[in-house]
């Protein structure tokens, strides 16, 4: 029998933003099929958390998303464990700089496996079920979507796709399914780090002067995902008005 509750799919969710959304998501009722590759460790913990806090509400689902043929296997598993799927949350993302003269085909392959062609496939694959639930789609897109950032443009280009692929979306699975973006600025800096003045220098050209925090963009996912019934192909800046500056 279907689970009683909503069902979110959640990819890259073992850490940083995936995590604080699998957090928030599930606070607000869903139960969850949380997707990582290879932080098993963080995503144990994470489990254990969620488990804790209400038994037999997670599904941990590992798969490499440039794998194209794992992708609906994804969304069959979720389905076979849950009976449903409500939502689909396109997190997972790889980020790293291509410097022009630099950039090889191996980069291109794996900046849009993760930020453009993975989330078409399991929206493809997803859009059965969510038109029978009446669900919803939300993905991570990124400021730098829709304005360059200096020595990424394989990156900015693929999160520029996954924007178009919400808008496109939209259109395509409406009316039973809304499709959101959420586009972060400064809320987590990048796991290699980032000089000291260079964090200085973004949260100066932020309007408000300060890095955002993880639970903010999780906040704007679950209220797409719940509350903005009337909201469909639009994407939201968390971004403490970075992009009325940059």
């Known amino acids: 029998m279907p689970a009683e509750r909503p069902v979110a799919l959640v990819t890259g969710a073992a850490k940083r933003v995936g995590a604080a959304i699998a957090r928030r998501l599930h606070a607000a009722g869903y139960d969850l099929a949380l997707h990582h590759r290879h932080s098993g460790q963080e995503m144990a913990a994470l489990v254990a958390e969620l488990e804790a806090a209400r038994p037999f509400s997670t599904l941990v689902l590992k798969a490499e998303l440039a794998d194209a043929a794992a992708l609906p296997d994804l969304v069959i598993a979720t389905e076979a464990h849950y009976g449903r799927l409500d939502a689909l949350v396109n997190n997972a993302s790889a980020f790293r700089p291509t410097p022009l003269g630099h950039a090889t085909p191996d980069d291109w392959d794996e900046l849009f496996a993760s930020n453009a062609r993975a989330p078409f496939f399991l929206a493809q694959a997803a859009a059965p079920a969510l038109r029978r639930a009446g669900g919803?789609?939300?993905?991570?897109?990124?400021?730098?979507?829709?304005?360059?950032?200096?020595?990424?443009?394989?990156?900015?280009?693929?999160?520029?796709?996954?924007?178009?692929?919400?808008?496109?979306?939209?259109?395509?699975?409406?009316?039973?399914?809304?499709?959101?973006?959420?586009?972060?600025?400064?809320?987590?800096?990048?796991?290699?780090?980032?000089?000291?003045?260079?964090?200085?220098?973004?949260?100066?050209?932020?309007?408000?002067?300060?890095?955002?925090?993880?639970?903010?963009?999780?906040?704007?996912?679950?209220?797409?995902?719940?509350?903005?019934?009337?909201?469909?192909?639009?994407?939201?800046?968390?971004?403490?008005?970075?992009?009325?500056?940059?």
């Open 136 to 246: 919803a789609i939300v993905n991570l897109g990124d400021i730098y979507g829709e304005r360059p950032l200096a020595k990424h443009p394989i990156y900015c280009m693929a999160k520029a796709a996954l924007l178009m692929l919400t808008q496109s979306l939209a259109k395509e699975l409406g009316p039973e399914v809304r499709v959101n973006a959420v586009a972060p600025g400064a809320v987590m800096w990048p796991e290699e780090g980032k000089a000291e003045h260079e964090k200085a220098a973004m949260l100066a050209a932020t309007a408000l002067r300060r890095a955002g925090d993880p639970g903010d963009v999780a906040e704007a996912v679950r209220w797409l995902l719940q509350d903005a019934r009337y909201t469909t192909g639009q994407v939201i800046r968390v971004d403490g008005g970075r992009s009325l500056i940059l």
